[in-house]
């Protein structure tokens, strides 16, 4: 019998293909177990398109797939209105996850989430891929080390523009119950990079949303200023306002010795780590 772990897509839209590639180049120690998807035509796409085998199975009830296949790890690609309760019904069941960001779409079910896992004892791994980057890994070391001092503040700026067809491409893009707007979807991962870098919780946060520019319920423009526990403040900028063509994002941590600043700009990575010479 085979001892690799099991895994089963429930969600086959846009970033499960995504999912689908990272397991391939892991093929010795996962194996893609099945599909979900209420649309059982996306299921069939995906495994056309990236040329799986005909034997994976193909659910259109995520509860069925679960209870059937009794999965290691369940891949929760689904619409983020849906991440607590799948990801409930996973674990309550066995299954280990990985769910895409947003967690889900408040912190009362992120730490119900959270708690169940604990409970259970069993693993999360969240979709905030740039954690992942290694000079994003190595940053995170230096400054809880203290090698570049105290840090005293941080900013962050996402302008990931989107147009009326990306938010027509789907009933659940844009509204308050199954996604959120700039801040919770787009800006999410800039959030999380920013709290784990400055290796503090928020504690206090000021914000103002706007709908300026895209027919959405929620917002497509965010500002935020944050206190964290140690102290720091923090500034934040999300919107999907900006030109589609021109994605731009970047976090800038400021520590007594040192200003060390990531992005991306239209996929290119862009770095500037300075030294203060201590002063
Ligand atoms: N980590 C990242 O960088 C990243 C990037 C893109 C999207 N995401 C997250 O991934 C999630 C999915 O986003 P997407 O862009 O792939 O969405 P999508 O709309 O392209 O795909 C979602 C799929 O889920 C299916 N679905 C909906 N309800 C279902 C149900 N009850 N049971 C089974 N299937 C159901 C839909 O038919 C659709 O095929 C979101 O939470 C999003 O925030 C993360």
């Known amino acids: 019998m085979s001892d690799k772990l099991t895994v089963l897509i429930i969600g086959c839209g846009r970033v499960a293909v995504k999912h689908v590639k990272a397991l391939k180049t892991l093929k010795d120690t996962y194996t893609l177990a099945g599909l979900c998807d209420a649309n059982k035509a996306a299921a069939e796409k995906l495994i056309a398109s990236q040329g799986l085998s005909k034997d994976i199975r193909i659910f259109d009830d995520y509860k069925k797939a679960i209870t059937e296949l009794k999965p290691s790890v369940v891949a929760i690609t689904l619409p983020s209105g849906l991440h607590h ?24 079910e992120s730490r119900d989430i959270h708690e169940t896992a604990s409970r259970l004892g069993l693993k999360i791994a969240m979709g905030h891929i740039y954690r992942y980057l290694p000079i994003v890994g190595l940053l995170q070391e230096d400054i809880a080390k203290g090698v570049y001092g105290k840090v005293t503040h941080g900013s962050i700026y996402v302008r990931w523009g989107h147009d009326d067809a990306y938010y027509d491409s789907a009933a659940w893009r844009g ?17 999380d990079l920013l709290v784990w870098l400055m290796g503090s919780e928020p504690c206090e946060v000021e ?68 030294l203060n010479g201590g002063k």
Do not use: Y
């Not at 309550?92 to 408040?106: D, Q, R, V």
């Not at 509204?175 to 959030?191: V, Y």
């Not at 731009?248 to 862009?270: E, H, Q, R, Y």
């Open 85 to 108: 309760e799948a990801a409930t019904f996973a674990m309550n069941n066995g299954s280990n996850i990985l769910l895409e960001k947003p967690m889900a779409m408040s912190t009362a």
């Open 175 to 191: 509204t308050w119950k199954a996604d959120g707007g700039a801040l919770m979807n787009q800006t999410i991962h800039a959030i």
């Open 207 to 274: 914000s103002m949303i706007a709908r300026r520019k895209r027919n959405i319920e929620a917002e497509d423009l965010g500002m935020a200023i944050m206190r964290l526990e140690n102290g720091a403040l923090a500034s934040i900028e999300g919107t999907t306002c900006t030109d589609p063509d021109r994605h731009m994002a970047m976090f800038t941590v400021f520590c007594d010795n040192a200003t060390l600043s990531i992005g991306l700009n239209s996929g290119k990575p862009k770095m500037d780590l300075r």
